[in-house]
Antibody, heavy 121, light 107 residues
Framework: EVQLVESGGGLVQPGGSLRLSCAAS????????MNWVRQAPGKGLEWVSY????????YYADSVKGRFTISRDNAKNSLYLQMNSLRDEDTAVYYC??????????????WGQGSLVTVSS | EIVLTQSPVTLSLSPGQRATLSCRAS??????LAWYQQKPGQAPRLLIY???NRATGIPARFSGSGSGTDFTLTISSLEPEDFAVYYC?????????FGGGTKVEIK
């Protein structure tokens, strides 16, 4: 069974930093692209970032480009999101999601339970 | 960026009724469209990908159709567990984008 478990969320002041982690199990992590998707309280889904299986290809939403960095450690079956210069509007539940196909389908077939990041003074 | 517009925002129906949800793209996404279901306090679940293919374990009452800019998710006969928010998502162009969602609520 695929499991994705996020951690590292919490309360941070505007301008601060936070690092989210996502521990993966139940599948061959090194074979799949991964994403971060967020959801502000009471709002819809917003894709944040993508990383290919080998980390060779990375994309960001314009709203986080230059502030967030996605990375992965295939030896540790882990995905990360380093978030710097946080703003109030970054407040959201952050989900890690697994790509549905081994050749980067663009669909998200498994999701973690989410990690809440609150940016507030 | 491709904008996905979902309608209606809210759909009030009774169990057993048919639900028809719409997703319109600001430009053609070919068949590169998916649908997700999200219940309160839960992560989204993939229902349909490539416009019309059901994901693993998804009941046959869920079906998707469309191509280009206009897409439909149909739930043939609503079960109590189907009342939730539904999102469409495109993978035709980066950035990946989601629609604003349609809430299917009990009438």
């Amino acid at each position: 069974e695929v499991q994705l478990v996020e951690s590292g969320g919490g309360l941070v002041q505007p301008g601060g930093s936070l690092r989210l982690s996502c521990a993966a199990s139940g599948f061959t992590f090194s074979s799949y692209s991964m994403n971060w998707v967020r959801q502000a309280p009471g709002k819809g889904l917003e894709w944040v970032s993508y990383i290919s299986s080998s980390s060779s290809t990375i994309y960001y939403a314009d709203s986080v480009k230059g502030r967030f960095t996605i990375s992965r450690d295939n030896a540790k079956n882990s995905l990360y999101l380093q978030m710097n210069s946080l703003r109030d509007e970054d407040t959201a539940v952050y989900y890690c999601s697994k790509d549905a196909g081994s050749s980067s389908s663009g669909w998200h077939d498994s999701w973690g339970q989410g990690s809440l990041v609150t940016v507030s003074s | 960026e491709i904008v996905l517009t979902q309608s209606p925002v809210t759909l009030s129906l009774s169990p057993g009724q048919r639900a028809t949800l719409s997703c319109r793209a600001s430009q053609s996404v070919s068949s590169y469209l998916a649908w997700y279901q999200q219940k309160p306090g839960q992560a989204p679940r993939l229902l349909i990908y490539d416009a019309s293919n059901r994901a693993t374990g998804i009941p046959a009452r869920f079906s998707g159709s469309g191509s280009g800019t206009d897409f439909t998710l149909t739930i043939s006969s609503l079960e109590p567990e189907d009342f939730a928010v539904y999102y469409c998502q495109q993978r035709s162009n980066w950035p990946l984008t989601f629609g604003g969602g349609t809430k299917v609520e009990i009438k």
